[in-house]
């Protein structure tokens, strides 16, 4: 069966650190792989996109890769802040649907101060 | 604010009872989603549509759900005889035009069933 996975639930990291967020998937052959930022009570936020023939994608202080051999992106958050604390979605757009979104659970990212 | 706005914001109904969203999305946008999302998971697909057809539905809309987008603007999502499985937060979001389709998300209507 089809699943997206996301490293875990809740990580915890000193300010200034770098954050690593994982998405593992199985069963998909996406086109696009997407992430957004989640606040509580509020709908996502886009923050990047990458392509399947891309291997790296950069904003500010944001960076992601995507292995389709590993089946695997990770989303980077370096120099983190308080203010970067949210949940965190990967989201993938398959090849040839109706092109909506499948979303895996998030992780929820605390960054202490 | 993404341009997306969503209407009423919180919706507290005793079982049994129907509710409508509503949905506002970018103007120039004219694909449509609506996904839900129950606490600790990301949002699921429900439905999409394109200008005012509704071209695509999952599973998980069973038949008390009602989605239309009349004039190919805003768009509506009507429950029927809600039951408590159906608390959750029921997102709209309109995507850019173009291979991404990254979405821009409403705000969100959170239903709470009694």
């Known amino acids: 069966s089809q699943k997206i996975e996301q490293n875990s639930e809740a990580l915890n990291i000193q300010e200034g650190k770098t954050a690593t967020l994982t998405c593992n998937y199985t069963?998909?052959?996406?086109?696009?792989l997407q992430w957004y930022r989640q606040d509580p009570g509020r709908g996502p936020v886009f923050l990047l996109l990458i392509r399947e023939n891309e291997k790296e994608k950069r904003k500010e202080r944001l960076k992601v890769t995507f292995d389709t051999t590993l089946k695997q992106s990770l989303f980077h958050i370096t120099a983190s802040q308080p203010a970067d604390s949210a949940t965190y979605l990967c989201?993938?757009?398959?090849?040839?649907?109706?092109?909506?979104?499948?979303f895996g659970s998030g992780t929820q990212l605390t960054v202490l101060p | 604010d993404t341009g997306v706005s969503q209407d009423p914001r919180h919706k507290i109904t005793k079982r049994g009872q129907n509710v409508t969203f509503r949905c506002d999305p970018i103007s120039e946008h004219n694909r449509l989603y609506w996904y839900r999302q129950t606490l600790g998971q990301g949002p699921e697909f429900l439905t999409y549509f394109q200008n005012e057809a509704q071209l695509e539905k999952s599973r998980l809309l069973s038949d008390r759900f009602s989605a239309e987008r009349p004039k190919g603007s805003f768009s509506t999502l009507e429950i029927q005889r809600t039951e408590q499985g159906d608390s959750a937060m029921y997102l709209c979001?309109?995507?850019?035009?173009?291979?991404?389709?990254?979405?821009?998300f409403g705000p969100g209507t959170r239903l709470t069933v009694l």
């Open positions: 989201a993938l757009r398959l090849s040839g649907s109706a092109r909506q979104l499948t």
């Open positions: 069963n998909y052959s996406p086109a696009y």
């Open positions: 979001a309109s995507p850019l035009a173009g291979g991404g389709n990254e979405q821009f």
